[in-house]
């Protein structure tokens, strides 16, 4: 797809969707604005080219935050039902929050989703994101300082809530995906919000013009977003690697309590980056209070390898060295090992054990 003004042909249609041609059924996510709108167009096209394809499902959340929403969802259905197509609208109901709406509006609508495909006996759910969007969350990540996972942006397959997200149009221009809708003549919603400068992204896409003159458009952006993405799985397969040499280490030592416990010295071999993950692994494991945030992770691991250094003064009577609690997890460091365990749940000032309190997750 050399022109990214030129419409998407059935030929390219049936190599993006080729992957879930065996899948029982398939839900879309389509809001009505042009992406998930071609995204309907495009696969009813391609399941109509099958001598047996997968069942579809259009789904449309409603958030409830906008008036025109209902009338949208209902301009969704009279398009799905003109292509023969089931049709759904969710709704997410009860109250919105008042800071990080953008945030619980996604987990709300990608909670919905799910629901919506286990309804509808279907192996994935199928969105819209287009390579404008993956250039817009990289740009998002990297201003907040997000590590080597969360740079790698979105993956065009993710499990989820026991659902296989999947984005096929994210190697897709914007610019493509009208194109085709105009060629169809069909029409599509224009979501306000997608140009309200109160939000972070729509304040980042201004800007790319400006950033694609100076060469960060939105394919070299999103190829760095391709690119580590590999490198953070060649990452992961070495954290695998030191987990299995830890465990390897272990065997032989006195039975521990619930948890992981690491051996100091053997742990301090290892590259920061995959002492960091490993940390990271165990305390979202074991922890009850959601992701930790990387940033304190990467704390936690400086004060454990201070601990360590040498002619650092060691605990009398065996006690620990170092005692930490992050995400509901307990970290301690005594007897030349790292511990971690669930840490005991907090008490209220009254005394009653009070309930998990959520981390900020980080990447």
Do not use: C
Request: proline letters at 5%.
């Amino acid at each position: 797809m050399s022109d990214d003004n030129s419409p998407i042909s059935a030929r390219v249609a049936k190599q993006l969707f080729a992957a879930f041609r065996n899948a029982p059924a398939l839900v879309l996510a389509v809001s009505g604005g042009p992406d998930s709108v071609a995204l309907m167009w495009l696969a009813a096209r391609w399941q109509r080219s099958l001598a047996r394809g997968p069942q579809l499902t259009i789904v449309t959340v409603d958030h409830g935050l906008r008036a025109d929403a209902a009338r949208e969802a209902r301009e969704v259905k009279r398009l799905a039902t003109g292509l023969g197509l089931t049709h759904r609208t969710v709704r997410w109901r009860g109250a919105k929050p008042k800071t990080g709406l953008p945030a619980a509006a996604r987990e709300a609508r990608y909670r919905l989703l799910a629901e919506a495909a286990r309804k509808a006996g279907a192996s994935h759910v199928l969105t819209a994101h287009t390579r404008d969007d993956q250039a817009e969350t990289l740009l998002m990540r990297m201003l907040r300082g997000s590590g080597l996972a969360g740079l790698s942006a979105m993956a065009s397959l993710t499990a989820r809530d026991g659902i296989v997200l999947a984005r096929p149009l994210l190697d897709v221009p914007k610019s493509q995906l009208v194109a085709t809708l105009k060629r169809a003549k069909i029409s599509f919603a224009d979501d306000p919000t997608n140009r309200d400068t109160a939000f972070t992204r729509p304040r980042l896409r201004a800007l790319l013009p400006q950033l694609a003159a100076e060469g960060g458009d939105s394919r070299s952006l999103a190829r760095l977003a391709s690119r580590l993405s590999r490198a953070n799985a060649a990452v992961e397969v070495l954290v695998d690697g030191a987990e299995r040499f830890l465990q390897l280490r272990a065997r032989g030592d006195a039975p521990q309590a619930a948890g992981r416990s690491f051996e100091a010295e053997a742990f301090a071999l290892l590259p920061e980056e995959v002492r960091l993950r490993l940390l990271l692994r165990a305390v979202n494991s074991l922890g009850h209070e959601g992701p930790a945030e990387l940033g304190k992770v990467e704390a936690l691991l400086a004060a454990l390898d201070q601990a360590m250094a040498p002619g650092s003064r060691a605990a009398p009577n065996g006690r620990a060295i170092l005692k930490q609690t992050l995400a509901g997890a307990l970290i301690s460091l005594a007897g030349g090992r790292i511990h971690v365990a669930p840490a005991p749940a907090r008490r209220s000032k009254a005394g009653s054990k009070a309930g998990p309190r959520a981390e900020k997750g980080g990447s």
